[in-house]
């Protein structure tokens, strides 16, 4: 990836219908409102007025993006063009829904400019598709990876594991069966339910009963231990890929880089600000047709502790973690002594671990990162405190 270059996140929430535990900036409502919404998004992009900045990747997300036509994608990626520097091996993905787009539709995305289709398969079983009510069924999501690989595209297959009474033999079939697929990138992500959602309502009540914590801690190291034997790497908790297939666009995010998103309730981190502008459809069309703008629901500059704690909770999700002499260069402060004695308690109980170079999340401990992750926000306000009480001291 080119360090002084950005991403570019384009957000298109319509959806034909909302899976029971989806949480994410969403509708399945205002289709009449789609023309009139990308030229909003596209107004906001032309916001940023030419400036010559290098993207190194596009992605557009959703929601279910895989519903606009062709040439709406094809209108999208060129306002992209014209606004930035889009490098020629730019990783340029799109997220797909099986069973919305046939093979033509497929071929069209990719003349239009796409590299790479990310799909939302979730499961290879149609019982389970049906308990998380998608619109798929295993064998369009077989029929998918077909068309992508025949319209050229790279393609990653988002899982998730952890479904209700899912057993860990049942995942593993599941993953033989992904394999097969040949895709270039699987996404593996453990069933996470918000009471706000159907199924999390499901499950708080006892109709669903997911598995339990051993079980997924079994299911997530036959997730490893499969994949790495299949020939993919591991560089995120839930992220595998083919040697050279890890998604640009992903450790953008991940490596604390510079992203622009657009579209109601994407977020951006950008020049040192990070906002997210409201997911409310007709609130954003509004507000960039007034401004060519979008409110923001949140906005800020963060301060040099946010930053650090950034840079940290993204990094340690990596497999490569983070570098010391980086770390020490950007912030000015040793990592280690940053973490002081919380940080020699997760290395000694070999949660974290570390050589001379980086420090990381110990592969067996990654299912545990956000518990790992709470221990050292820990060590960085014990730091700060720490350092503020020294200021306070060395001024008196
Ligand atoms: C932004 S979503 C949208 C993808 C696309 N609309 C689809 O559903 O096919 C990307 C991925 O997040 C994962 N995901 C969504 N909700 C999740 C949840 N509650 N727990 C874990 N993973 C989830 C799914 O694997 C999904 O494919
Ligand atoms: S999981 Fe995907 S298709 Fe289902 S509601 Fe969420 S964004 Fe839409």
């Known amino acids: 990836m080119v360090a002084d270059s950005i991403a570019v996140y384009i957000h298109f929430p319509f959806c034909l219908s909302i899976c029971p535990y989806c949480d994410f900036d969403r509708q399945a409502t205002g289709f009449d409102r789609i023309g009139v919404y990308l030229g909003a998004v ?91 009510g998608r619109r798929h069924s295993s064998d369009e999501a077989r029929q998918a990876a077909a068309w992508a690989k025949r319209a050229d595209f790279a393609f990653n297959l988002d899982f998730m594991f952890g479904l209700p009474a899912q057993t860990l033999e049942h995942w593993q079939r599941t993953l033989d069966q992904a394999v097969e697929l040949e ?30 914590d051993d079980d997924l801690a079994e299911m997530y190291t036959a997730t490893r231990r499969q994949l790495a034997d299949a020939g993919f790497e591991q560089y995120e908790i839930s992220n595998w890929a083919r040697p050279g297939q890890a998604s640009r666009h992903n450790l953008t995010y991940w490596r604390d880089g510079q ?106 401990h990654q299912l545990i990162a956000n518990e790992i992750l709470v221990r050292v926000e820990e060590a960085l306000a014990d730091y700060v405190r720490r350092e503020t009480r020294a200021a306070q001291i060395a001024s008196r």
């Open 259 to 364: 992203w622009i998103g657009l579209g109601a309730g994407a977020a951006s981190a950008y020049h040192g600000r990070r906002w997210k502008n409201t997911p409310v459809l007709e609130r954003y069309i509004a507000s960039v047709s007034r401004s060519g703008v979008a409110d923001t629901v949140e906005d800020e500059t963060p301060d040099a502790q946010t930053r650090m704690l950034d840079a940290l909770t993204l990094g340690l999700r990596l497999r490569e973690g983070i570098s010391l002499d980086g770390f020490e260069r950007r912030f000015g402060v040793q990592l280690t002594e940053l973490l002081g004695e919380t940080g020699d308690w997760l290395l000694a109980g070999g949660f974290l671990e570390t050589d001379a170079e980086r420090i990381r999340i110990d592969a067996e």
């Open 183 to 212: 895709p270039d990138h699987l996404s593996c992500y453990l069933l996470t339910l918000d009471e706000k959602v159907q199924m999390g309502r499901d499950v708080a009540r006892g109709k669903l009963v997911l598995p339990a």
């Open 42 to 132: 596209e107004r906001e992009l032309r916001q940023y007025a030419p400036r010559g900045e290098r993207v190194h990747s596009i992605f557009i997300g959703g929601g279910t993006p895989s519903l606009m036509s062709v040439a709406q994608v094809r209108r999208l990626l060129e306002v992209v063009r014209d606004q930035f520097d889009v490098t020629s091996n730019a990783e340029i993905t799109l997220e797909c829904n099986p069973g919305d787009a046939d093979v033509a539709k497929l071929i069209g995305f990719r003349a239009a400019g796409a590299t790479r289709l990310s799909f939302g398969v979730q499961s290879l079983d149609d019982a389970f598709l049906k308990v998380l």
